[in-house]
């Protein structure tokens, strides 16, 4: 540890005795550290025996029960009182006593610092009327008129870390091993907004990992964490099963995870670490050092590249001990299952997504995890999880990106300003399509200045779109599928195809993804009318209350490659749970050979649901029921054999034919009108996404405009559906 002591805990059971004074224990104060001590012990005491040798007399009583006394009589009466009203078992932190060299200032200095509630509040919230700008570097908060409370933020950090024992302390170079790997210190910064002006400038010291080799400074790195389309069919599935939504956040998650010998890592000091070390350790010497002085790792910390994979087998671990079981299909989804109880839990790193059959159940797991980490938990009807906004009610549960897209959009089209709106994110016109493909890439030149005109490289405000259209907006995938082909050279043209999307997003930020609730319907009936006279006879399909998909795919319709591009929509109670929309790989030669490939790529995915519904302990008893609008492609699933037509997608017909005969799936007829994915590898009308987007968000099942669900709905802006 950095300080010169050995920490050690110790459960003394036994507190009955009333032997004064004090249980046998004789305090006083130790005036140079601010802490009080232990001076002797009564030997006839059961402490006495409890204590190993040489920890019988002057100790620190560093904490009781995580609680740090400041006064021998603040630590007997909380003593006292855990005993009298709590339990006879009473945890401690005893430190061994060191002599000290302080002045009569560094003493007051110390006693000061014990006022763990003072110093907090002043040391990094600043008051200011717009947003201090973040910093990417140090040098940046050094010009800063904050530059003081970044410091004091620095600070902050390094004595979080030093409290849970992160590092050792500072030590020179010439003592690592000579063929030792030192990594970079780096600083990250951010700046929230705590309401009324105040602002958090907040600091985490990490680690720059690039150097470090597999197989030489590691052997693994990769740590699962649950993906989107878990995330979706978990709520939903929670939404059709009445389960209680919660989340929990392990604070340090990475200075959790005790690191062997032989996966610790040295370190460079971060900015100002000596500077904080002398004030906060003043009686330390550091040794002389040749050179440089560095750090070595106790904990994981952020930036190494195995700090992920140490943190989650930890985690996996301490889920195992609790019961639970990992998801097969998806490594960072555990399920607890005891006869009628069902928890299932979807972890991102630290963030915990927690849906129970009942609180009771939530609590035990909250307990348990308590005991071993620090957390903090969402346990109202309204929660945030990443940046989504989920909220749950009896009429089902719905999750939206409304505010990071309102965040998103600021910078191009500023809330309460006027700009034309649009309903469709991409334009339809043929000429679009024809510039598009005969476009030539920007001149480094010209890529500056349309970086400066549009706000941000292509590559940002790409990725930025791409993060929205994957988690909570279909509306978008095809466009940003026609505009993902410009990441390695892009043009004017599409830069514009961009600021079109951000302006479709600013026009309608706020279409939410509801669930129903187990109470709705078997099925979900869509009809299609189209006015004629004489009357047409009624266009319909029914979604199935559970698993379903439907799949799609254009014709040739890039004018470069001519290649087709498949989509699929999977559905659970009739909304959409995922969806994928993707180009074709080989050139189909026909409508039926391009609807096939893409029922293909459906399947494998639908395939992939019901396995993770499976090792939910949700099995679909049934086929799934997959809709496709080609009858060619009917034709062929049901003939369950290889045809010279078709022998040249031997592979996948062979893969559609098993599963048929398995009866995993079912290919059901469905009207091209009512065909929910056809957005998804086309580009359509406003009106037409806005029918699309009606059924597959399920706008059906939206809570009535009177209840708390529905205000909370549109608390930043109007519904945009």
């Known amino acids: 540890t950095p300080f010169p002591i050995k920490d050690l805990f110790y459960h003394l059971v036994d507190m009955q005795e009333e032997q004064p004074p004090f249980y046998g224990i004789h305090i006083e104060f130790d005036n140079d550290f601010g802490l009080p001590f232990i001076r002797k012990v009564n030997p006839n005491s059961t402490f006495y025996s409890n204590l190993p040798p040489g920890y019988r007399n002057n100790i620190w009583l560093a904490t009781i029960e995580d609680t740090e006394p400041i006064t021998p009589t603040q630590a007997y009466e909380s003593i006292t009182h855990h005993v009298k009203n709590v339990s006879p078992i009473v945890t ?144 939903a599935i929670a939404s059709s099963r009445g389960l209680i939504l919660f989340i929990i956040d392990v604070h340090n998650a990475f200075q959790n995870t005790l690191l062997p010998k032989n996966e610790r890592v040295y370190l460079h000091l971060p900015p100002f670490y000596l500077q904080w070390f002398q004030q906060y350790y003043p009686t330390y010497k550091l040794p002389p050092a040749k050179t440089i002085y560095i750090l ?175 988690i909570s907006r279909p509306q978008i995938t095809n466009a940003m599928l026609r505009l993902g082909k410009f990441q390695s050279g892009p043009c004017k043209l599409a830069f514009e195809g961009l600021r079109r999307i951000f302006r479709y997003l600013a026009s309608n930020p706020n279409i939410p993804i509801m669930y129903p609730r187990k109470t709705n319907p078997k099925t979900s009936k869509l009809v299609f009318y189209q006015p004629s006279s004489p009357p047409e006879p009624e266009i319909s399909i029914n979604l199935p209350p559970t698993l379903s998909s439907m799949v799609d795919s254009n014709y040739a319709t890039d004018l470069q490659d001519r290649k087709s591009v498949s989509s699929d929509i999977v559905l659970y109670n009739g909304v959409a749970v995922s969806w994928k929309a993707s180009k074709q790989l080989c050139i189909a030669t026909s409508t039926t050979d391009a609807e096939t490939r893409s029922l293909f790529s459906g399947l494998r995915r639908v395939i992939t649901f019901r396995h993770f519904l499976q090792h939910l302990g949700i099995p679909e008893m049934k086929p799934t029921v997959i809709f496709e609008d080609n009858k060619g492609t009917h034709d062929i699933v049901h003939a369950g054999r290889l045809t010279p037509r078709v022998k040249h997608i031997d592979v996948p017909l062979c893969y559609i034919h098993e599963q048929h005969r398995l009866q995993s799936f079912d290919v059901t007829t469905c009207s091209t009108h009512l065909m929910l994915c056809d957005g998804l590898n086309k580009a359509l009308t406003g009106p037409s996404i806005r029918k699309h987007s009606a059924i597959y968000t399920g706008k059906r099942f939206y809570p009535p405009v009177s209840s708390e669900h529905y205000k909370q709905l549109i608390k930043l802006v109007p519904l945009s559906c």
């Open 92 to 235: 401690f932190l005893l430190c061994k006593k060191e002599t000290s060299s302080r002045t009569e200032l560094q003493s007051l200095r110390a006693q000061f610092d014990q006022f763990e509630i003072i110093k907090k509040s002043a040391s990094f919230a600043v008051s200011a009327p717009h947003k201090p700008e973040t910093p990417k570097s140090v040098k940046d908060f050094s010009k800063s008129s904050f530059r003081k409370e970044w410091i004091q933020s620095c600070f902050e950090n390094y004595t979080k870390n030093a409290k849970s024992s992160a590092f050792t302390a500072p030590f020179p170079r010439e003592l690592a091993p000579a063929n030792a790997t030192i990594l970079k210190s780096v600083l990250a910064f951010r700046v929230k907004d705590l309401g009324n002006g105040t602002w958090d400038l907040y600091t985490r010291h990490c680690a720059n990992g690039k150097i470090q080799l597999k197989g030489f400074d590691y052997a693994e790195s990769y740590a699962p964490i649950a993906v989107t389309d878990s995330i979706r069919i978990c709520i």
């Open 296 to 470: 070595q790792t106790i904990h994981a910390i952020q930036g190494t590249k195995p700090a992920g994979k140490q943190w989650h087998d930890q985690i996996k671990l301490f889920f195992k001990q609790f019961g639970m079981k990992t998801n097969a299909t998806d490594n960072a989804v555990f399920v607890f299952q005891n006869n009628s109880e069902l928890l299932i839990l979807l972890s991102e790193t630290d963030d915990f997504l927690i849906m129970s059959s009942s609180k009771e159940l939530y609590l035990k797991l909250k307990a348990k995890l308590n005991t071993s980490f620090e957390i903090t938990f969402q346990e109202s009807n309204v929660l945030h999880y990443l940046n989504l906004q989920i909220i749950q009610s009896e009429y089902g549960i719905s999750f939206d990106q409304t505010k990071h897209i309102l965040d998103m959009v600021e910078p191009h089209f500023p809330r309460g300003s006027t700009f034309t709106k649009v309903n469709s994110p991409f334009r339809t016109d043929r000429e679009y399509e024809s510039e598009l493909a005969t476009a030539t890439p920007a001149s480094q030149s010209e890529l500056q200045l349309l970086e400066k005109e549009y706000g941000g490289s292509y590559l940002s405000l790409y990725g930025q779109l791409l993060h929205v259209s994957t």
